[in-house]
């Protein structure tokens, strides 16, 4: 029998370089998005969160950013309106993303573009748009999120593996570049993360218990990811604690994949 997964708190990871650095987290209504914010208000950092729907969070620290990321021209409004607020950015957190399972026959030019879009190519577009700021910025750092998904093979999922693929890419194809101007890039990739809405869709309903067992087999580690958990490791990767660190794919799964 599988064992039993741990869902005890994720501890919060407390680095003192981050404070009174600004940083602007894409994703920032729910789920991994919403817990960097938190973590980085925690360690005495600015945030500017971009999402479609406006975070219940509010802070003297915190700036709501409305931005449609599946938009570019919505994407340079926001930051035209980020610029108001700052001169630099110390760093940067892409994690906006939808997992939509669409079979290869119902997966036309529409669905493609609309999870690309969002997945990835927003990814690059924010980043694009930060570039000025960023060198100006002290330490300044990018993290993408991306997923263990594009590993797994699993149905339903090919568009949604190959923006998560696309991000690994992304950062290493800018490493080099961002690198001689001392800007840092690297991936955060998560396994099964128990945010908002995968608690929601997998793990409340009649197959539950299914779910948690699959779980408890594959990892290696028997614990409840939380977004804090991940959270704390793109922390890691804002700081300059990391800084000999660009390029860097760092899986955060519990061990499922072993890498």
Known sequence: MPAELNDTPTPP??????????????????????????????????????????PALTHPD??????????PAAIAGAFAALRTHTTRLDGVVNVAGI??????????????????????RAYYLVIRESLALLRTGTGPAVVNVSSI?????????????ATKAGILGLTTG??????????????VSPGWIFTERQVAEYFSGPDTAKHLAHLAAVQSLTLRLQPQDVANHILFYL?????????????????????
Do not use: M
């Open 239 to 259: 700081s300059e604690v990391s800084r000999g660190s660009t390029g860097h794919n760092c899986v955060v799964d519990g061990g499922w994949l072993l890498e």
């Open 99 to 120: 997992d939509p399972k669409v079979p290869l026959a119902a997966g036309d030019a529409a669905q493609w573009d609309k999870i690309v879009d969002l997945n990835l």
């Open 62 to 71: 915190f700036h709501p950013l409305p931005c449609d990321l599946r938009d």
């Open 174 to 187: 800018l490493a080099r570049e961002l690198g001689r101007e001392g800007i840092r890039i690297n991936t």
């Open 149 to 161: 998904n594009y590993r797994l093979g699993l149905a339903g999922r090919s568009i949604y593996s």
């Open 13 to 54: 990871l407390l680095l003192p370089d981050l404070r009174g650095k600004a940083v602007v987290v894409t994703g920032a209504s729910a789920g991994i998005g919403r817990a960097t914010i938190e973590a980085l208000l925690a360690n005495g950092a600015t945030c500017f969160g971009l999402s479609r729907e406006s």
